[in-house]
């Protein structure tokens, strides 16, 4: 398929948008701003055998490049709008390129989002979308909110990903219970899902809010460093999925996964006399909600230990480490 066939294809498959004055097609695409918000703008990019393997099922892909990134606007309470796909691949097969799409528009589709432009290049495949959306003026969720007292919450589960990539060609077992586990903590890993209705409903809630990409204990540090306070953890409450507690019995093995990353929830914090909200918020969201720690004067991240006291967490993923 050629370049400009390609985008032919694309363009007739995209949603329309009241918003988009004009969308795939010109030089650039025009959109109405909307009065009373911010624009909230996010970019995030796969490099195929860094962030995906090179014969990853294309249509997982496509999906996890739209997750990625509507978790950055989850994390700050944003609804997603718009979003432009700079495609850089060695070919256009169609082979791959249709699964692609179809697993990129489907959850763009699901969140009402509009492809409104992109760009297409040959070269080793890279694939970056950024995402364009909105947030009433001033209650963005930031990571420099959280005050001394504040409760941390996460949501979900924690370790599901880390536990599909440690478990990733060891031989699957015939037992039906845990050959399923296994299969869920697959999908976790390849198919996240991102918590975008929880975290709208956390504006004017939380007091600080962040996606859990690169591991737990990194992803609350960037929110303890930005607010100038330390983040107390006890790793005994951090959430475990029924899949993670039914494919990893050893409780170390599962506390050590559940600080791994890749699991697209909101860590966030909560001042603590809105403590109350959070059944109503997880009622709302249909996720569990949990208190896993508070923050306090100070800096860093810590883990509380049996025995009381308090140990510098491990750092998360640093490409560049
Ligand atoms: P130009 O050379 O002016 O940049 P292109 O040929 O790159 O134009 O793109 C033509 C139109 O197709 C533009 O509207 C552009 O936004 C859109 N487009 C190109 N590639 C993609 C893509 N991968 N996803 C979405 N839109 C794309
Ligand atoms: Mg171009």
């Not at 478990?167 to 869920?184: F, M, Q």
């Not at 809010?209 to 006890?234: E, N, P, Q, T």
């Amino acid at each position: 398929m050629g370049e400009f066939d390609f985008i032919a294809r694309l363009a007739g498959r995209v949603r329309a948008r009241s918003d988009v004055v004009l969308g795939i097609g010109d030089d650039a695409a025009l959109l109405a701003p909307e009065a009373g918000c911010e624009q909230v703008v996010a970019v995030d990019t796969l490099v195929a055998g860094v962030h995906f393997p090179l014969d990853a099922d294309p249509s997982d892909v496509g999906h996890k490049l739209a997750a990625v990134n509507l978790s950055d606007l989850a994390a700050m309470g944003a609804e997603p709008r718009h979003a432009l796909l700079a495609l850089t691949l060695p070919s256009l097969d169609p082979g791959w390129v249709e699964p692609l799409l179809d697993g990129l528009l489907a959850l763009l589709g699901r969140h009402e989002v509009a492809l409104v432009g992109g760009d297409t290049t040959r070269g080793p495949a890279t694939l970056t979308l950024t995402l364009i959306g909105s947030v009433p003026a001033g209650l963005a969720l930031r990571r420099g909110g959280a005050r001394a007292g504040d409760l941390v919450c996460v949501s979900g589960g924690l370790g599901d990903a880390a536990a599909a990539l440690s478990l990733r060609g060891s031989p699957r077992p015939e037992d039906g219970e845990i050959r399923l586990a296994r299969e869920r903590l697959d999908q976790r890993l390849a198919r996240p899902t991102p918590r975008l209705s929880l975290g709208q409903a956390l504006r004017g809630v939380a007091s600080a809010c962040i996606d859990v990409s690169d591991g737990l204990y990194a992803d609350l540090g960037h929110i303890a460093r930005a607010s100038g306070l330390a983040a107390v953890v006890d790793p005994a409450r951090l959430p475990a999925s029924r899949a993670l507690m039914t494919a990893i019995a050893d409780p170390g093995l599962r506390q050590r996964l559940q600080a791994g990353g890749d699991d697209y929830e909101l860590c966030f914090t909560l001042p603590r006399d809105r403590e109350p909200a959070l059944a109503d918020l997880a009622q709302a969201a249909h996720l569990p909600l949990t208190v896993i720690g508070e923050m306090g004067p100070g800096e860093g991240v810590h883990r509380l230990e049996p025995d009381g006291s308090l140990r510098p967490a491990g750092a998360g993923w640093d490409h560049f480490a």
